[in-house]
């Protein structure tokens, strides 16, 4: 038995010099395409097709929803009670309900006079306000700033609070949970919650406060985010055109249809009875903020989505950071989906076509479809299929269908139509990374419930580039700047394309190619800004 070598178990045909590799590799792969490769790549075609016509009726049913709300429905403040506040002049201030303002932060050096600024410049009496700075920093001297800051405003008589913890169990929903501990918050009515990067208009409560007061029902009002920092680099820019569709169509129809929609964390106020009966903040999963949201829904709140009430904040400019944002965003609904979907089918308090809408629409196809499709089909299963002859996949499950749903998802920022064919790639880009973050939620892996504060950079880069007496030193890290599975999918698909080039029959070298090039760019680092080092 000792003499039994490994070329025992391979056939004469396969053994040869090293000049016959290429032959082997061929006739192995001639010996295993058709009884295996060609039947497990027809059922991904088939199961990638089904995920497809699912992303596309709900792009469709969305689209035909907006419509309908734009030309027939009432505005918020004509379908809900709503009466602008007033003073009264007798009463005084007592008219006005006690506000509480959060604003969570960790080591926010760039961001946190902005935040707690804009906090207290809002247009509400001040001593109906109570605002919390909930300072999670491990920076010692960032904490005293931060504390030199709100005593600063505390010194104009606002009603200003530093609070900070030991430790930093259950990150953001544990800071937001110990504020509403506080003996002084059992006044408060409504808790409003701005993230460090977050700018409330004055008017905000103005607006926002009539809508709880008057309907009972009604457990939070949400705002559309806008951001300061859209123009700063074609990352930004993608960024933007993602949450504009988020945030035009899908909040506005959850708003409209069902008076539900996931919470985004900041710029929104809640009803403090709501959260209490809800079961309060819950750090087991990273969106803390749609887990509270989808518990008190199932109790029969309603949520109110106010598109033309903006709050200004900031995108991530870096690519690290985008990436850890979007791990977070990918991960935690997943996780969350696991952990909820039979608590919401057993629910006796809302009808049945809400809980259709937040299982499969909501969470299901918005949360887990549509990063799958994107990644396997357009990333994995259509370049397969180039070197299988056997596979021909439809042109409307290739081309038309996937033209149509982009151009659906298009129409929240008309001003970036022209960046369309690059954002698709792009989001190709990032499908990769939120379906490994989906699958380490469903399955509740390593690293599901990583949190990971997004980084902000407010004006510091613009302060720092004023300077041009000084010398910029860049940090390169190779484990931040090269990514080596970008690169990969790189060398992947420009074989591909390669391959289609000389034996194709459909022309997908083309899309091939600029994926290609995406996929490099990524790789390599060269998106996003570079931030000199300090």
Not at 66 to 94: C, H, T
Request: glycine fraction near 6%; charge should be positive.
């Amino acid at each position: 038995m000792a003499e039994v070598s490994a070329n025992s178990f391979i056939p004469e045909t396969f053994q040869g010099t090293t000049v016959d590799l290429t032959s082997q590799i061929g006739l192995l792969w001639e010996l295993i395409r058709v009884p295996l490769i060609v039947p497990l790549l027809k059922l991904a075609v088939v199961v990638c097709l089904v995920m497809e016509l699912m992303l596309f009726a709900e792009r469709l049913y969305m689209g035909i929803v907006i419509i309908l709300v734009k030309l027939f429905w009432q505005k918020p403040e004509k379908r809900y009670n709503w009466e602008p506040m007033k003073e009264d002049l007798e009463a005084g201030s007592s008219t006005f309900p006690l506000v509480l303002i959060q604003i969570p932060m960790f080591n926010e050096r760039e961001v946190y006079k902005i935040s707690i600024g804009a906090a207290c410049n809002l247009s509400w009496p001040a001593d109906r306000l109570v605002i919390q700075v909930l300072d999670d920093s491990t920076d010692p001297i960032i904490k005293e700033m931060v504390e030199k800051e709100c005593k600063r405003w505390a010194a104009k008589g606002l009603n200003i609070t530093y609070q900070i913890r030991e430790t930093r169990g259950g990150y953001k929903a544990g800071a937001l949970k110990e504020g509403l501990k506080r003996d002084y918050v059992k006044e408060c009515e409504y808790v409003a919650i701005f993230d460090a990067d977050f700018r409330p208009e004055p008017d905000f409560l103005r607006r926002s406060i009539p809508f709880l007061m008057h309907n009972s029902q009604i457990a939070l009002v949400q705002a559309r985010w806008r951001f300061v920092n859209s123009d700063e680099c074609l990352m930004t820019r993608m960024q933007e055109m993602s949450l504009d569709y988020h945030f035009t169509v899908e909040q506005e129809v959850g708003s409209a249809t069902h008076a539900f929609f996931g919470f985004n964390g900041t710029g929104g106020i809640w009803r403090i009875a709501a959260i209490n009966e809800a079961g309060g903040w819950k750090d087991r999963t990273t969106v803390e903020d749609m887990d509270l949201a989808v518990r008190a829904s199932l109790r029969g709140w309603k949520f109110v989505y106010l598109g033309d009430l903006h709050v200004k904040s900031e995108l991530p400019s870096t690519f690290k950071a985008f990436r850890y944002q979007q791990h977070r965003w990918s991960c935690g609904p997943a996780n969350l989906f696991r952990k909820m979907v039979m608590e919401i089918v057993r629910n006796k308090k809302v009808n049945f076509w809400k809980k259709v809408y937040v299982i499969y629409s909501f969470f299901f196809v918005r949360k887990i479809i549509a990063h799958m499709v994107t990644f396997f089909f357009f990333c994995v299963v259509l370049p397969l299929t180039i070197m299988v002859p056997e596979i021909d996949i439809p042109k409307w499950g290739a081309i038309y269908i996937p033209c149509i749903i982009t151009t659906l998802n298009s129409v929240g920022t008309p001003r970036s139509i022209h960046l369309l064919f690059y954002w698709i790639l792009f989001e190709n880009v990032m499908s990769f990374h939120r379906t490994k973050a989906t699958f380490i939620g469903l399955f509740e892996a390593k690293r599901a419930n990583e949190w990971v504060v997004t980084e902000k950079l407010g004006d510091g880069a613009k302060n720092k580039n004023s300077k041009p007496s000084k010398k910029f030193q860049f940090n390169f890290n190779i484990g931040d700047r090269i990514h080596v599975t970008e690169l990969v999918f790189a060398a992947f698909l420009f074989f591909c394309g390669c391959y289609d080039y000389m034996y194709g029959k459909n022309n997908y070298f083309v899309y091939m190619f600029l994926q290609t090039i995406t996929f490099s760019i990524v790789g390599l680092g060269y998106i996003g800004t570079i931030v000199p080092s300090s």
